[in-house]
């Protein structure tokens, strides 16, 4: 899969992101330029909306702020996760197509756990659908 990725900043819980990203083999697409979270969250919505890739990941110090931005774009459907289920959850019953977590309250290995329920879950459920129309833009 293709997947955009963008942190508005690094420690051991973005490596850990960054490298099962690219350890479980996806295309990453990373920014360039302005790391300040608004414009994060809106690259990473609008590659996804644009079909540059096929899923997102956000990351700020609570995830709260990347995933704002990256809701602004239509189309998109990011969510905080903090937990596996929570982000399995948000893929089933919500067609999320943008993860957002926080890089100061996860651990390396659980934000990884996420990471995997998240993109583990590649279809929503279709019992969902009428759910998922009604929030469209």
């Known amino acids: 899969m293709r997947i955009a ?7 051991e819980t973005t490596r850990a992101v960054a490298a099962a990203l690219a350890g479980d083999g996806h295309e990453v697409i990373r920014p360039d330029g302005s790391p300040s979270w608004p414009d994060l969250g809106r690259f990473v919505g ?3 909306v644009d079909g540059d890739a096929d899923y997102g990941v956000v990351m700020c110090w609570t995830g709260t702020g990347t995933a704002i931005a990256a809701n602004k774009v239509p189309g998109v459907r ?3 996760a903090w937990d596996p289920w929570i982000a399995r959850g948000a893929r089933l019953w919500n067609d999320a197509n943008v993860l957002a977590m ?3 309250r996860l651990a390396p290995d659980v934000a990884v756990e996420v990471l995997r ?3 583990g879950a590649t279809e929503p459920d279709p019992g969902e659908a009428a759910a998922i129309a009604a929030i469209e833009p």
């Open 5 to 11: 990725f963008a942190t508005d900043d690094e420690n």
């Open 46 to 48: 609008r590659a996804v």
């Open 78 to 80: 990011a969510a905080l």
């Open 102 to 104: 926080s890089l100061k």
């Open 117 to 119: 329920a998240f993109l």
